[in-house]
């Protein structure tokens, strides 16, 4: 592990392996923290999603329903609802407390591969191999719009923490980002020479009295880029967005996380590492070691403390701070 390193106001605390997870029978292609910080939920090749008591490691509950494997899995901001996409093209939404399926979700035509909840916990964001990002209203259960306009499959959405401004990564190198109430395209930002496949939104900054929202992606050439989001009066996008790249994984960058206090990035790879980064000054400040093939996704707790990993190698790891 390399010895942390110090940004100019704060002391980092580097992150440990504490515990490792088992239960699922094939790899662990999503992860995801619920509010409490306590219970994560897990999504695998082997068709389930499960529900785990973070400090203990207890497996609370396996929900099963899913025809093929589980790609995505989100967990709503109020702790009500987690919602998990599949390759059998349909997306799920659970009831946490009693494990119940409220809704399931049926008109995209290939695997759903990433989901996002709205802070609100009213909307939620797909998108998939069938090329669209889709927005469904939680309340009723039904897709309020369709969201065409990439030329290939969409690994990747996220929505930003005003819940404005949704963002899509693509396997034709780009992302899109579109204005969430009304599914207008707002820009498209290019610059990775593959195909992204991991989004995270950064907490606002202030810069000039200006409150410019920021997006990290990760994708398949090994690169992490950093973009400033600035909005123009007519809704668009500012020009030239791209503020950095990061570089130093050995191969593709398969999920990104960010501190809730905006201060770090956290990515995971094919090549078995977790980097944590310093987002001011793209400094590596944690190398995390131990499992045994690619770390396919990333969460991070609300408080800071606690990461998980999910990997090909059936395991799932927690790290904390």
Known sequence: MTEPQTSSSTTYHPYHLVKTLHGHTDSVLAVDFLPDTQTLVSGGYDHTVKLWHVPSGENIRTLLGHKDAVVTVAASPDGKYVASGSADQTIKVWDVASGAEVFT????????????????????????????????????GYEIRTISGHGDTVPCVAIDPDGQILASGSSD??????????????????????????????????????????????????????????????G?????????????????????????DGKQIISSSSDQTIKVWDLSSG????????????????????????????SSDKTINIWQA
Not at 219 to 229: A, G, R, T, V
């Open 173 to 234: 190198c780009t992302i899109k980002l579109w204005q969430l109430k009304t599914g207008k395209e707002l820009a498209t930002l290019t610059g990775h020479h593959n195909s992204v496949l991991a989004l995270a939104f950064v907490p606002a900054i202030s810069n000039g009295g200006d409150r410019l929202p920021q997006l990290v992606s990760g994708s398949y050439d090994n690169s992490i880029k950093l973009w400033h989001l600035e909005l123009e009066a007519s």
């Open 236 to 260: 668009a996008i500012g020009t030239s967005p791209l503020v950095q790249t990061l570089t130093g994984h050995d191969d593709s960058v398969l999920a990104i996380a960010v501190t809730s």
């Open 283 to 310: 400094a590596e400040l944690n190398l995390l070691k131990g499992h045994s093939s690619s770390v396919i996704s990333l969460a991070i707790s609300g408080d800071d403390r606690t990461i998980a990993s999910g």
């Open 105 to 140: 979700l049926e008109e995209h035509m290939d695997s759903v591969l990433s989901l996002a909840f709205s802070p609100d916990s009213q909307v939620l964001a797909s998108s998939g191999s069938d090329c669209t990002v889709r927005l469904w209203n939680l309340v009723t």
